[in-house]
């Protein structure tokens, strides 16, 4: 198996996490990324304790220590008074529960210190402007169709190349997103502009009837990220970067505390937008043959619960030491599964309920309907190590 030839779909956190899981074992795993640059387009991303072990066990820790905020603890409050609801330890008490903590980070710093990471043991690895077109497979190998009419081949196939996977439409035919009546915005602003009495303490969320606000600092506190949701009954528009004005977001937030809107007023408008939440029902398999799945090619996500990037990663990490410990790639990929689907359709699912917990129209009862804990930590979310998972 250590000369299986493997290719990755994909090149953003979830691919280039497998690849570099894979080289750490022994392999030389190719990366078919369809960007001419590689980049990661987003702003905050949230890594709770299993993504910690995770990229601990990947040789970041590093970059956990240095590019990551470490909050202490995540308030709650109330969207018209700022009253807080709960206060949350995202530290100690989880370092001491978990053996890590949580951690907030640029989507771009995990990005490019895993684009770095892979590339350091082979500069080969990663291959750009490789659009995969379609993907067939017979009894030796896999053979991907690229956009430039080119082919490449591989003893197995990883698609990790997001919701809209190619590849999953490919070998399980098409399974079209469905709008959640969710929107979102996201934006960055510089943290000199944002007056300290908000940000006690610096990373928060703030609940409305139908509306959630999360904030936090990335890049070394350098800047404030936040993320809006609200609910509305239609979208039509494609894509999670485009643009919206302050006004717009202003209009949608009216009559909330001026901790929310002030940071609002402040976000440069060429570093806001919006985007609508789609979903898919979780699949029961992610492989066929020799091809599997991982990160939202399989198990597409809501961000109630910021655990997007963590279960891709943890994906990555379970599915490297599945192939490393088989003798045969079948039952490679049947132990991934073993290990990981149920615990991703488990986390696609409370993210759901979880939706409905912070947009429900009486945020005052917040702490009763989460028994005084988090959303998160109270269904016992960080227990999971993909570093010691049995598989």
């Not at 820790?61 to 709960?86: I, S």
């Amino acid at each position: 198996m250590k000369n299986l030839n493997i290719g990755v779909v994909g090149g953003g956190i979830g691919g280039l996490s497998a690849a570099l899981a894979l080289q750490r074992a022994g392999f030389r795993p190719v990366v078919l990324e369809q960007a001419p640059v590689l980049a990661e387009v987003g702003a905050g991303i949230s890594l709770s304790p299993p993504a910690a072990h995770a990229l601990n066990s990947l040789g970041l820790t590093d970059v956990l220590r240095t590019k990551c905020f470490h909050p202490e603890d995540q308030c709650v409050r109330h969207y018209q008074d700022g009253r807080p609801l709960n206060w949350i330890n995202r530290g100690q008490a989880l370092i001491e529960k978990y053996g890590e903590r949580y951690y907030l980070v640029h989507r771009a710093d995990l990005h490019d210190a895993l684009a770095a990471a892979v590339r350091a043991n082979d500069p080969t690895a990663i291959e750009l402007d490789r659009r995969c077109r379609t993907v067939s497979q017979d009894g030796t190998g896999v053979t991907v169709v690229l956009a430039d009419g080119s082919e490449r081949r591989f003893d197995a196939l990883i698609g990790a190349d997001g919701s809209r996977s190619a590849v999953r439409h490919e070998i399980f035919g098409p399974i079209e997103p469905e709008y959640t009546g969710y929107i979102a915005w996201r934006g960055v602003v510089p943290m000199e502009l944002v007056p300290p009495e908000i940000l006690q303490p610096p990373s928060g969320i703030f609940l409305g009837p139908g509306h959630l606000v999360n904030r936090y600092p990335i890049r070394g506190g350098k800047l404030l990220n936040f993320v809006a949701f609200a609910e509305r009954k239609e979208w039509v528009e494609e894509g999670w970067s485009i643009r919206s004005t302050v006004e717009e977001l202003l209009k949608e937030f009216e009559g909330w505390t001026p901790m929310v809107r002030r940071i609002m007023e402040l976000v440069p408008p060429d570093l806001l937008f919006k985007w609508g939440l789609f979903d898919r029902e979780p699949l029961k398999t992610w492989t066929k043959g020799r091809i599997t799945l991982l990160g939202d090619a399989a198990h597409p996500i809501l961000p109630f619960l910021g655990h997007g990037a963590v279960l891709a990663i943890e994906d990555a990490v379970v599915l490297a030491r599945a192939i490393a410990t088989s003798d045969r790639l079948e039952d490679a990929f049947e132990r991934y599964e073993h290990a990981r689907v149920e615990r991703a359709a488990f986390v696609v699912l409370e993210s759901r309920k979880a939706g409905k917990v912070f947009h429900a129209p009486d945020p005052e009862k917040y702490p009763e309907r989460t028994k005084g804990q988090a959303a998160d930590e109270g269904i016992g979310l960080f227990a999971y190590n993909p570093v010691t998972q049995p598989i």
